[in-house]
């Protein structure tokens, strides 16, 4: 089949086998340890960058070089990348398909910067996500280019369903949710330290998101998805609620940020019925989610469902700077210059995200994704079975999250111990300096989250868990 000589030639992308790591035998003392960090680089960074930054914070390290799953930082150490540029290295590192892509669209003499005119790259980037997207909804479809990020692509999502919604201007979103960080896509984020930050939001009013380890309404399970969807009914047909019609209703088929939540498939075919019967537009936020992450390639197909609105980045460009809305046609209500920017026609993300897309299309990466994800989430909860801090292990195909909580911490009324982003960053810190990079997210950054490239294969995947393993023991 032509999937497995992929994902061999994959393999050949790593370090020859005398250069890597032994496998671990479960043994965790058998990972790598990477005792201090520091550096110049690190160094001249805290002098002359800002203090927004957040990634380095986290995670101390310079890297200098990288291929496949594996980073090598200034000083030579090697690193296991589980946050693939958040998300946006589907292929991982320098994969030669992107690379390719790359050189040849650089040689080619073709304008790298083409703003909204139309060019044959541009044209091959379209037919190649539009072979990826559902039939019957790239069959009634259009698409709109964005500024180089996915917050941009949530602006214009706002933009379109506000300027199609005959005069509808508020959002329903949900709790836990990130959308980006310009001030629109900050509205629909759940955190009530950034809304508390930025004033001037938009009109948005917030709707419990179904998670089953702390259910919003203290049910979980099937009872809590049904009492859920009942909720939000409810909210929109009751005049007295204080939610008008809105616009639009956007989401995350898994929040990311949010700690690693997927809504339950039920209920989001719930969501779809409760919007189309009420003419709602349905936005579904596939930033990170998109093009094989969740073991599909796209994470609403798992539900079967069809939004109106699609918003994509991240790994649509195959690395490079790249987003779009892909929207239902009788959406197309807002005028010529609506939604605007300069960088809209990067055609190096084009040649790369059309080649990313075929090669996870035609490979079925997707599905190889959905395998990794598999192995290693069995691998993570038999971490957890040893370990009291690890409340839950959750997700969906290499989008994988870890809560850490303080069992010592009194609960009421059967509810999950209290989060704990203490003992969280201490794990994270002892996965880096084990050679494994993974980030944190959801409530107070309590939850370790995995985002490792899709082409991760079976032994790393092994060796991902063995060093967060190890890490886990090296708690103090």
């Known amino acids: 089949m032509e999937a497995q000589g992929t994902l061999q030639s994959h393999q050949a992308l790593e370090p020859a086998q005398a250069d890597r790591p032994s496998p671990p035998d479960g043994s965790a003392a058998k990972a790598p340890y990477y005792a201090t960090f520091g550096n110049r680089y690190l160094d001249r960074q805290e002098e002359i960058e800002s203090s927004a930054r957040a990634y380095s914070r986290r995670l101390p390290f310079a890297p200098k070089s990288a291929r496949g799953t594996l980073l090598w930082d200034t000083d030579g150490r090697e690193y296991l ?181 997927a809504a339950p498939d039920e209920w989001l075919r719930a969501i779809r019925d409760i919007t189309l019967r009420r003419r709602i537009p349905l936005v579904v936020d596939e930033v990170q989610t998109g093009f094989g992450r969740t073991g599909a390639m796209f994470a609403f197909q798992h539900a079967g469902i069809t939004p109106d609105v699609v918003v994509l980045s991240k790994a649509l460009g195959g690395g490079m700077p790249l987003a779009a809305i892909v929207y239902k046609r009788g959406l197309d209500q807002w005028t010529p210059g609506a939604h605007a920017g300069t960088f809209r026609g990067n055609q190096l993300g084009f040649a790369a995200g059309a080649a990313t897309i075929r090669h996870i299309r035609v490979n079925q990466i997707d599905r190889h994704a959905r395998e990794m994800g598999d192995r290693l989430m069995r691998a993570l909860v038999k971490v957890a079975a040893t370990q009291a801090v690890i409340g839950d292990v959750r997700g969906r195909g290499l989008m994988i999250g870890v809560e850490i909580v303080d069992p010592a911490a009194p609960t009421k009324d059967g509810a999950p111990p209290p989060c704990s982003p203490g003992i969280a960053q201490k794990i994270q810190r002892n996965c880096l300096q084990r050679g494994l990079i993974v980030e944190l997210g959801g409530r107070s950054g309590s939850v370790v989250r995995f985002l490792p490239p899709l082409i991760v294969t079976a032994e790393q995947v092994d060796e991902i868990a063995a060093r967060f393993d190890a890490a886990m023991w090296a708690l103090d």
């Open 81 to 261: 990348d589980c946050l693939s540029g958040a998300g946006a290295l589907a292929l991982g590192h320098n994969h030669p398909v992107v690379i390719e892509a790359i050189h040849e669209t650089i040689l080619s003499a073709a304008p790298l910067q083409t703003l909204d005119f139309p060019t044959p790259i541009r044209d091959r980037f379209i037919d190649e996500l539009f072979a990826a997207l559902p039939p019957d909804f790239a069959a009634d479809a259009k698409i709109h280019f964005c500024g180089p990020s996915g917050s941009d692509a949530i602006e214009a999502a706002i933009k379109l369903v506000r300027s199609a919604g005959a005069g509808r201007g508020s959002l329903l979103c949900f709790h836990g949710a990130y959308h980006g960080m310009t001030m629109g896509a900050l509205s629909l984020t759940g955190s009530v330290a950034a809304a508390a930050s930025n004033a001037g939001m938009l009109d948005v009013h917030f709707l419990p998101f179904p998670t089953a380890y702390r259910c919003p309404f203290g049910v979980g399970g099937e009872a809590g998805w049904r009492a859920n969807a009942h909720y939000i009914e409810s909210l929109l047909d009751d005049p007295n609620s204080g939610a008008v019609t809105p616009a639009a209703v956007i989401l995350e088929v898994v929040q990311g940020e949010g700690g690693v939540n």
